[in-house]
């Protein structure tokens, strides 16, 4: 099916199940820990052996020497694998750093030995016996230093431009210049990045914790050598990706190279330490803005530069992805530039680029409000586009209610209460401040399919290799099939993540929700078909609602049609691409710093959010205050601490990686627009959980400068960075 033209009124707008708070099918399992994840698969293959990855001491630099003769004769062992006797794997369009094999390093805890052993303990012991030898070289690890000779980012021969910014920018009477920093970030997801392997002659099968399923088949196929139509992939359950499992990483590999050594199945389980420097990360950011405004706070002229790096020198965070969307201003420039560092992979992170930019551009707007004099929600409305996107004016906004999203959360938060001059509103040793955010994510769409099956016992068994990350997507997958089917949610049964399944869009970009969902109605409208064709009606024209059909005047039951399946997938027209698809959010915050030792809390926390049609407003919550939580951890304490001698990320655990934790976070709100977006899909539903990590770091940023007057430009927002500089206390 192909969607080829701006969805009409239909089965979705008087919907029954679709857009009703839902609790998660999958809760049960969860919460009593029956759901079974990558490494807890005990029962899909016999006689697992353990296998356990030994990391690189040094970031760049090659193996002089590999001793494991005492590792292969320690007890228990099968099989050891090690870096220099292996050639190296092949690469995929999905990573960037090598995987294992050969001398040569390229970062720190590159993967460089495995053991495979009868018990995990005699796996981790063993490891602990070989002895290895390197030569190091220098590397670049420091991106401020790197950051003057950083190319052009993609190619680019000069930066994007619109109008004439420099004049624009000189000739303003109001203008704003500010550099920004974002460290380093880690996932951190809670469970690890875990595979079970197993061959049968020339045919793999990996049971792994994986967002992109057919992406991961072909990737470990062209790393592997191997036809990827010989490889399977199984991940019915993923605790958490976060972007770290869009790809194949080094669990999978080694586990499959070790299957193989040890003539048995093995399963890995990449140990905490290593999942911070041997996986992907979010790379640290260097953003100057420059904004220029009329007296009235009409905006002039926007400049946006970004500096990241990478280990290939490409595919950087790019802190400008939000910038030509969200304000207007005729005259504009945009640049983003990667560095060459020798750090570990950087790779996508929730909303990668957007939640970086944010804490950038909607701090610089808030400095502009600031030195407008002006409240800062009325800044944004000022500067709301109307129907052309600014950075682009020959596409069109699909749907755009960001300025509802501004004024409503404005209006539930008591934003009029603000005091616009900051440290002004105290209770006893607390400063209190309020900070605002705009907030935009794309909502990009993706080709999905999916099989639909009724069974003689009347269940619909749906089949997909999307996958659940948590997110939600069996029951918003489950509810879809029911409304389209006009059956009760409980008689339908949804099988996700098996590369057997129908191919999918996945989880991640925001996309996996819209996607997945219009692939399920795209199966489910064949089988009303089929349906109609066995006994005798037109499916697309008969009502099919309570386990019942309505055709004309003649009623069945929809167990009557028997046993019948059907394959479905959405497919999109050119039609969209005069359109500008994204998400949109008003997130506001108050915080209470304490005068005396400078100890900041979050006190509240709301967004509000347009994303087209939610499906599941339970689960699509959870994951906003998720994001949230994560956009908080990057404003106050989340940073992965460079060695720029060494070059390594030090704070390779949760002990040392400080994320927020629940006495962080006391309260949270969430509301939905009751948007509809039918430029999307025939749902008229968007993703919307990367939409929560865009903004509200940066609201909470505002709120301390409210609270104290003091700026910060360098995040996390430490004690370190402002203490010294707090209102002097009479």
Known sequence: MEFNAPAGKNLFDTAKVVGKATPRIDGPLKTTGTAPYAYERHDVVAGQAYGWIVGSAIAKGRITSMDVEDARNAPGVIAVIAAPETKPVGTSQYNHAPLFGGNEIAHYHQAIACVVAETFEQACAAAHLIRTRYQRSDGDYDLAKAKPDAPLADGDKAPHTQGDFDAAYKAAPVTIDATYHTPDESHAMMEPHATIASWEGEKLTVWTSNQMIQWGKEALGKILGIDPENIRLDSPYIGGGFGGKLFIRADAVLA???????????????????????????????????????????????????????????????????????????????????ATLHLPEGNAMRAPGEAAGHLALEVAMDELADALKMCPVELRLRNDPAAQVPGNPKKRF???????????????FGWSKRKGEPGQVSEGRWLIGMGVAAGYRGAPIR???????????????????????????????????????????????VELGDSRFPVSSGSGGQWGAASATAGVYAACVNLR???????????????????????????????????????????YGDFQKEYDLGTYAGHFCEV????????????????VCDAGRILNPLSARSQVIGAMVMSAGAALM???????????????????????????????????????????????????????????????ANAIYNATGVRVREYPITLDKYLDRLPQVA
Not at 262 to 287: E, G, S, W
Not at 554 to 566: I, P, Q, V, Y
Request: aromatic letters at 6%; proline letters at 4%; a neutral charge.
């Open 256 to 338: 499959a190279l070790a299957s193989k050594a040890a003539r048995r199945p093995v399963k890995i389980a990449l140990q905490r330490p290593l999942m911070f420097n041997n996986t992907t990360h979010r790379p640290a950011t260097i953003q100057r803005i420059r904004l220029g405004a009329r007296s009235d706070g009409t905006i002039t002229a926007i400049a946006h530069e970004n500096w990241s790096g990478n280990i290939t020198g490409t595919d950087g965070e790019n802190g400008t992805a939000q910038t030509p969307k969200l304000y207007s201003g005729d005259n504009r420039m945009t640049a983003n530039y990667i």
């Open 398 to 412: 699909s749907e755009r209610n960001l300025a509802r999203c501004l004024r409503e959360g404005a209006e539930r």
């Open 447 to 493: 080709k999905s399919a999916a099989r639909v099956r009724l069974e003689q016992d009347g269940m619909l068994v749906v089949e997909t290799d999307m996958t659940d990350i948590g997110t939600g997507s069996y029951t918003i997958i489950a509810q879809t099939a029911a409304e389209t089917m006009g059956m009760p949610l409980e008689k339908v049964r």
């Open 529 to 571: 078909r089929a349906v109609g064709e066995k006994l005798g009606f037109d499916g697309d024209s008969a009502t099919f609602a309570d386990g019942n059909v309505r055709a004309g005047d003649r009623n069945f039951a929809l167990r009557d049609a028997g046993m019948l399946s059907a394959d479905g997938k959405m497919t």
């Open 592 to 607: 209470a710093v304490d005068r005396y030792t400078g100890e900041s809390h979050i006190r509240r926390l709301l967004s």
């Open 638 to 700: 989340e940073e992965l601490t460079v060695d720029a001698r060494f070059g390594y990320f030090v704070n390779h655990d949760l002990a040392q990686y400080e994320v927020p934790v629940h006495a962080d976070i006391p309260h949270q709100d969430v509301v939905f627009l009751d948007t509809l977006d039918p430029v999307m899909s025939p749902i008229k539903a968007k993703g919307v959980g990367e939409l929560g990590i865009c903004g509200p770091g940066a609201a909470v």
